[in-house]
Nanobody
Framework: QVQLVESGGGLVQAGGSLRLSCVIS????????????MSWFRQAPGMQRELVASINWNTGDPYYADSVKGRFTISRDSTKNTMYLQMDKLKPDDTAIYYCYRTNGLGQYDAWGQGTQVTIAS
């Protein structure tokens, strides 16, 4: 069973920075259970959950939503089974609960974390 645990959220002023982490744990058997991709989603109050960024676990190729391009950087350390999201130039609109998701070798989201709160004060 895969478990994801996020950390690093908090309250910062607009223009500030935060670094989120997501640790992956579990035992994987076979190529279909391996981590293919990791993603960060966020959900603001009253809003739908949206994809913020994702990273191919093998190649490190990133994807960013337009709203965070140039401000957020996704990375991973496969030796530590950990994904990161460096968030710079934060805006009040970035306020949300941030969740990490795992995509397995079948291309399915099969795990997500409990979320970490990010609050940006104007």
């Amino acid at each position: 069973q895969v478990q994801l645990v996020e950390s690093g959220g908090g309250l910062v002023q607009a223009g500030g920075s935060l670094r989120l982490s997501c640790v992956i744990s579990g035992r994987f058997f076979g190529p279909y259970e391996m981590t293919e991709e990791m993603s960060w989603f966020r959900q603001a109050p009253g809003m739908q959950r949206e994809l913020v960024a994702s990273i191919n676990w093998n190649t490190g190729d990133p994807y960013y939503a337009d709203s965070v391009k140039g401000r957020f950087t996704i990375s991973r350390d496969s030796t530590k089974n950990t994904m990161y999201l460096q968030m710079d130039k934060l805006k009040p609109d970035d306020t949300a609960i941030y969740y990490c998701y795992r995509t397995n070798g079948l291309g399915q989201y099969d795990a997500w974390g409990q979320g970490t709160q990010v609050t940006i004060a104007s």
